[in-house]
C-alpha cells in the first residue's frame, strides 16, 4: 500500500464525504462458470475555497469471487499521467486470487471561471456525441457498449476550456495528457456546438495518439421523435483515412411509459469476413483509434417499459449485420427509496463460431444503489 492511499485513507477518516455504496454481484459462464461479488464505495467532494471549485471522488472496491476482480487490464489505455497501483492488494496476480481490494482516483480537479469562460485542470469526465451505442467522436473515454456501470465516466487528467456564446452554444478547447504526459499519448481538441434551426449542432477537431480527427453531430426533434447523425473521420499517422457514422431515431409513447430507439452505426476499419478479424485487429483504429467493433454494419436497437412508478423494465440488442451474431442484454431497475435502488441485467451473445458475439459470456449482474 503506497503512501497516496495511505493518505486518502486518512483524509476520508476525517471528512464527511456523498457518496454511492453499491454492492454487487457477477456470475459469467461459458465453458465454466466463474462468480465474483464486490461492495463498491465512491466518496465525492466539491468544495468551493473563493473562486475556485475543486472537484475529489476516489472508489475504494474489496472483492471476492472466483477469481476476484484483477483491475484494468491496460492502466495505460486512459489519458491518465500517473495513477496509485488501481489493485492495493494483492500487490502480485496469478490470476486465480479469491480476494482483492481495488482502487481508482476518479475525480482530482479545480475549476476557475475568470470572465466568461470556465476553465477546469485536473481529472474530469469529458465525453461528447449524441449517439445512443456507438459515439464516433467520443474518443477520450468512451463507454464500451454494453457496460452494465454506467453512472460516471472515467475521470482523465486535462485541462478543458468552455466559453459559452449564446443560449445553448459553446466554444472549448483543451488537452487531455496521457501517460507520463508524453506527446505521443496525450491530445487536443477545438469543439463548436450550436443550436440554429431547431437543431443542435457539435463539430470537433481533434489530435490524439498520433490520429487526427474531424467530426461533427445533428440532434433534433422530427414530429414526436427525436433523430440524430454523428460522423468523424479519423487519420492515423501512417495509414489511410477511415469513417465511422451512426444514425438513429428514438421517441416516447403513452407520457413516456414506453420508450425506444433505433441506430445504424458504420464502421469502416472493420471487415465483412469473421475469418479476417484476428488480422483486421492489429491496424491502428483498433491499436490508438479506441475502436472495438470488427465488422463494418451494426444496428442497435433499445426498449424501456415503465411498469410501474418504481420499476423499470429494459431491454437492447447489438447486431452485427456482417456475420449475425448479436449482443443481448435486458433488466430491471427498482426504486427501494428516495436514496437507493436494484438493478439486474441479464445479458450475452449468439452467434456461429468465429463470429464477433458468439462466444461471449452469458454474465448476470445484480447491482444495489445507496446514496448519501
Not at 76 to 93: G, H, K, L, N, Y
Not at 133 to 141: E, L, Q, V
Request: proline content about 5%; aromatic content about 12%; some cysteine.
Amino acid at each position: 500500500m503506497n503512501w497516496l492511499t495511505l493518505l486518502l485513507l486518512s483524509v476520508t477518516a476525517l471528512h464527511a464525504f456523498t457518496g454511492v455504496f453499491k454492492p454487487g454481484f457477477q456470475l459469467n459462464h461459458l465453458d465454466s462458470t466463474h462468480w465474483n461479488s464486490y461492495l463498491s464505495l465512491r466518496l465525492m467532494d466539491k468544495p468551493r475555497f473563493g473562486p475556485v471549485r475543486t472537484d475529489f471522488a476516489w472508489v475504494i472496491c474489496p472483492t471476492v469471487g472466483n477469481p476476484a476482480l484483477k483491475g484494468p487490464e491496460n492502466e495505460q489505455s486512459q489519458f491518465r499521467i500517473t495513477d496509485p497501483d488501481a489493485r492495493i492488494f494483492p500487490t502480485e496476480w496469478n490470476g486465480d486470487e479469491n480476494f482483492s481490494i481495488l482502487q481508482n482516483i476518479d475525480r482530482l480537479s479545480l475549476q476557475v471561471k475568470p470572465a466568461r469562460v470556465r476553465i477546469t485542470l485536473g481529472r474530469q469526465a469529458i465525453y461528447w456525441g449524441v449517439s445512443k451505442s456507438i459515439s464516433p467522436t467520443d474518443f477520450i473515454a468512451p463507454f464500451p457498449y454494453g457496460a452494465i456501470n454506467t453512472d460516471y465516466r472515467a475521470g482523465v487528467d486535462a485541462i478543458r476550456a468552455v466559453y459559452p456564446i449564446g443560449m445553448m452554444s459553446e466554444i472549448e478547447s483543451g488537452f487531455v495528457f496521457g501517460d507520463n504526459a508524453e506527446v505521443e499519448q496525450s491530445g487536443y481538441w477545438l469543439r463548436t456546438r450550436l443550436y440554429e434551426l431547431n437543431t443542435d449542432i457539435t463539430v470537433l477537431a481533434a489530435e490524439f495518439r498520433k490520429n487526427k480527427l474531424l467530426g461533427a453531430s445533428l440532434n433534433r426533434a422530427i414530429g414526436g421523435s427525436v433523430g440524430w447523425v454523428e460522423s468523424a473521420v479519423t487519420k492515423p499517422e501512417e495509414e489511410d483515412c477511415y469513417y465511422r457514422l451512426s444514425t438513429g431515431l428514438e421517441r416516447s409513447f403513452w407520457n413516456s411509459t414506453l420508450y425506444g430507439f433505433v441506430e445504424y452505426h458504420f464502421n469502416q476499419p472493420g471487415v465483412s469476413n469473421h475469418n479476417d478479424y484476428l488480422q483486421n485487429s492489429t491496424q491502428p483504429a483498433y491499436a490508438t483509434g479506441g475502436v472495438y467493433l470488427m465488422a463494418k454494419h451494426y444496428l442497435a436497437t433499445g426498449l424501456s417499459v415503465t411498469a410501474t412508478p418504481l420499476l423499470t423494465l429494459n431491454a437492447s440488442s447489438l447486431l452485427n449485420m456482417n456475420d449475425h451474431s448479436i449482443q443481448l442484454s435486458a433488466g430491471a431497475d427498482y426504486s427501494l427509496s428516495d436514496n437507493s435502488a436494484v438493478s439486474g441485467v441479464i445479458s450475452g451473445g449468439a452467434g456461429s463460431e468465429g463470429t464477433e458475439f458468439g462466444a461471449m459470456h452469458t454474465t448476470l449482474s445484480l447491482i444495489v444503489s445507496i446514496y448519501f
